[in-house]
T-cell receptor
Framework: NAGVTQTPKFQVLKTGQSMTLQCAQDMNHEYMSWYRQDPGMGLRLIHYSVGAGITDQGEVPNGYNVSRSTTEDFPLRLLSAAPSQTSVYFC????????????FGPGTRLTVL | QKEVEQDPGPLSVPEGAIVSLNCTYSNSAFQYFMWYRQYSRKGPELLMYTYSSGNKEDGRFTAQVDKSSKYISLFIRDSQPSDSATYLCATRGSGNTGKLIFGQGTTLQVKP
């Protein structure tokens, strides 16, 4: 099992550009989520999904879109990048919403100039 | 006020020391508490979790929850340089959404 994979590892964008961060898991997990990690802020939840076709907002959803058309994939779209979106982004998955362990991907380091 | 508060440190200790990492939380409805470990430039990984109050031990690691004071702790005995990492406390949010609420993380360095 590859676990949770994320691409790209690094990305530099200009203000106003759009892009998609990819996340995939091969563990047949129902639950997937996106976090951003900023210095002194810990991990903050952006969006989450409890199953294919179902998504919901987390703590900091503004400027981001998600969709979940398959169990395996949960892409995160930045609609119009802003410098405030410079961060490290982590995708995570879990067996279900009621399961305590979430498995995290290696992260994507995004810089918006 | 953040729902989970954690002193970011950094914390530096000599090898073999006992380390105490702590968090406080605000909502008495929280019942599941977790500690994640994150090595530099890696994703977090679950170290251990506890339910409600009490202690849980796993090797050199002990997690403790005191619900009366809304305080959670992680103790590391005989600390090793390989324990150098950021430790994040977390709790499951109220409701059955699966959302995790994280503290800011404490960076620990264990010096040989």
């Amino acid at each position: 099992n590859a676990g949770v994979t994320q691409t790209p590892k690094f990305q530099v964008l200009k203000t106003g550009q759009s892009m998609t961060l990819q996340c995939a898991q091969d563990m047949n997990h129902e639950y997937m989520s996106w976090y951003r990690q900023d210095p002194g802020m810990g991990l903050r939840l952006i969006h989450y999904s409890v199953g294919a076709g179902i998504t919901d907002q987390g703590e900091v959803p503004n400027g981001y879109n998600v969709s979940r058309s398959t169990t395996e994939d949960f892409p995160l779209r930045l609609l119009s990048a802003a410098p405030s979106q410079t961060s490290v982004y982590f995708c995570a998955s879990s067996v279900s919403r009621g399961y305590n362990e979430q498995f995290f991907g290696p992260g994507t380091r995004l810089t918006v100039l | 006020q953040k729902e989970v508060e954690q002193d970011p440190g950094p914390l530096s200790v000599p090898e073999g020391a006992i380390v105490s990492l702590n968090c406080t939380y605000s909502n008495s409805a929280f019942q599941y508490f977790m500690w994640y470990r994150q090595y530099s430039r890696k994703g977090p990984e679950l170290l251990m979790y506890t339910y409600s109050s009490g202690n849980k031990e796993d090797g050199r690691f002990t997690a403790q929850v005191d619900k009366s004071s809304k305080y959670i702790s992680l103790f590391i005995r005989d600390s090793q340089p390989s324990d150098s990492a950021t430790y994040l406390c977390a709790t499951r949010g109220s409701g059955n959404t699966g959302k995790l609420i994280f503290g800011q993380g404490t960076t620990l360095q264990v010096k040989p």
